[in-house]
């Protein structure tokens, strides 16, 4: 099983910076992928960005990929998303999401979220 826990939201004001951290436990060495996705009030969940585990070739949607980037640290099983210029329309939780392979190959797993707040 994979479990994966999100840090690091908060309250930031508009044109600040914010570092996200999603920590994967369990059969880590299991994932394809990971990424960020996030879900405004009454809007549907989004992509964010994702990076290959292996390889480490990422994905960014257009909207957010001026601003945004995507990283992982192997060792420490845990992926980042460092979000610069943030906006008035950045406000969501923002989710991380893991794909497997190998016996995990078709699966993916969600964390809890962090919410992110943009305020004055």
């Known amino acids: 099983q994979v479990q994966l826990v999100e840090s690091g939201g908060g309250l930031v004001q508009p044109g600040g910076s914010l570092k996200l951290s999603c920590v994967c436990s369990?059969?880590?060495?299991?994932?394809?992928?990971m990424g960020w996705y996030r879900q405004a009030p009454g809007k549907q969940r989004e992509l964010v960005a994702t990076i290959n585990m292996d390889y480490g070739a990422t994905n960014y949607a257009d909207s957010m990929k001026n601003r945004v980037t995507i990283s992982k640290d192997n060792i420490k099983n845990t992926v980042y998303l460092q979000i610069a210029s943030l906006k008035p329309e950045d406000p969501a939780v923002y989710y991380c999401?893991?794909?497997?392979?190998?016996?995990?190959?078709?699966?993916?797993?969600w964390g809890q979220g962090t919410q992110v707040t943009v305020s004055s």
């Open positions: 999401r893991a794909e497997g392979k190998g016996r995990l190959r078709g699966r993916e797993y």
């Open positions: 369990g059969s880590s060495f299991n994932i394809f992928s």
